[in-house]
């Protein structure tokens, strides 16, 4: 789950992180009283979206820059006007781009030097990483591609916890080495630690961390994504959710206990299990297809659920085909044909079908489906289903 950069700076602020005091705020009759808030005669005007790139990126009515610092407090209403309502797009958006609904007012830093720092979780050897860079700002994907050199990573194991020596090696990686400048670090990267830990967190990034030219270290963004899985254990993390930034469609199958993820393709997919869910996006690629999604309806998926993941892929108009590919473990393929004729007789299915059933009662699921008068295809291996459904939706 992430949250906005505004929501990620009160958690820095409540964890002794440094970052710039700002406001922010989701309708127009509330831009006065935040830019009044802001000291300094400089303003950061920043859109509020869950995407990075912002600064690079470009509205959809021409305007450039998701992120402006101005001069005066009237250049900083004027900012703040173009940008909400108005739709970002960024490298991290895609084309579509998002709707800027919240615009964060901050006060402006002077930047000395701007360097990238992050805490992950490494899961090659189950250990937290620091990742430290001197070239930070907005190009970090071009340093991890063409200088990987540049970028350190610090491992903490956690049954030892952090201790000085990782926070002098992520100070010293950065080249902030005065007494006061490891002092500072120190503070930092304690808080830093302790919000990834206590929060569940999966990634907590910093970029840019600037110094200013009086000596002062600051996080001028943040980024904090949360491992889903442990969601439970944080309900205030949970009350900051943002729905209106999250596919609709993913809302919804959520709610249903389907692990869905919308894709840019035309085919629809409706698969058991992950792992086979992955192999048959795979397979439909290697056939010259596009998956439209990942729909993963679980082991022990009923006929509603399956319906309801019926509701979903149809709602998206880019579907120009449907491929059910069921391994029948703890599932009976019965089940899985009455949820797609129950889907059948509540949807219009108006786009061809391919079903691949195999396992548990695959003769009944198989003979259900027949003896249904639906219109579909029916295959017999993970191979002849996407190459079926790839034809189906070229003719
Ligand atoms: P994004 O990563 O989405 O582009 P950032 O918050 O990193 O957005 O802002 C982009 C750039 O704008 C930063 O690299 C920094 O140079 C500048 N910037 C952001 N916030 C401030 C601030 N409070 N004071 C001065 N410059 C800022
Ligand atoms: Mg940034």
């Known amino acids: ?36 808030s802001i000291s300094g005669e400089k303003i950061v005007v920043k859109s509020q979206i869950h995407a990075g790139g912002r600064g690079k990126g470009t509205f959809t009515d021409g305007y450039k820059g998701g992120v402006k610092v101005v001069d005066s407090k009237e250049a900083a209403l004027d900012a703040g006007k173009a940008m909400l309502g108005n739709t970002l797009v960024t490298h991290q958006t895609g084309p579509k781009g998002r709707e800027v609904k919240t615009v964060y007012f901050t006060e402006a830093s002077a930047i000395a030097k701007e360097y990238y720092l992050a805490i992950l979780l490494d899961r090659e050897n189950s250990q937290p990483v620091f990742i430290a860079s001197t070239e930070g700002g907005m190009d970090i994907e071009k340093v991890a591609a063409e200088t990987p050199e540049k970028i350190a990573r610090i491992h903490v194991d956690p049954a030892g916890g952090l201790h000085p020596f990782h926070k002098r090696a992520v100070a010293f990686a950065l080249g902030l080495t005065t007494k006061e ?35 002062d270290i600051v996080a001028l963004d943040a980024k904090v994504n949360f491992d889903s899985n442990a969601l439970y254990r944080h309900p205030e993390i949970v009350a900051l959710r943002d729905l209106g930034e999250e596919d609709p469609k993913e809302i919804e199958a959520s709610k249903s206990g389907l692990s869905y993820i919308a894709l840019d393709g035309n085919i629809a997919c409706l698969v058991n299990g992950a792992g086979l869910a992955m192999a048959t996006m795979d397979i439909i690629k290697h056939f010259g297809g596009n ?60 786009v061809p079908l391919v079903v691949r059933l195999e396992g548990n009662e695959v003769k009944e699921g198989k003979k259900l489906l027949d003896e249904s008068g639906l219109k579909l295809t029916s295959a017999d291996s993970l191979a002849d289903a996407a190459k079926k459904i790839v034809e189906l939706i070229q003719k």
């Open 1 to 36: 789950m992430n949250i906005h950069e505004y929501q990620a700076k009160e958690l820095f602020t409540e964890f002794g992180i440094p970052v710039p005091a700002g406001k922010a705020v989701q309708n127009v009759e509330q831009f006065q009283a935040a830019v009044d």
């Open 181 to 215: 400048q490891l002092k500072q670090m120190d503070k930092l990267l304690t808080g830093l630690y302790d919000l990834f830990w206590a929060k569940d967190c999966a990634l907590v990034e910093i970029n840019p961390l600037i110094t200013t030219p009086e000596g």
């Open 291 to 350: 998956p439209a999604n990942f729909l993963d309806v679980g082991g022990g998926a009923n006929e509603q659920q399956v319906t309801e993941a019926f509701r979903i892929i149809l709602s998206d108009p880019n579907v120009e085909g449907i491929l059910v590919n069921i391994f029948g473990g703890i599932m009976s393929c019965k089940t899985i044909a009455l949820g797609i004729i129950g889907a059948a007789k509540n949807v219009e299915l108006n």
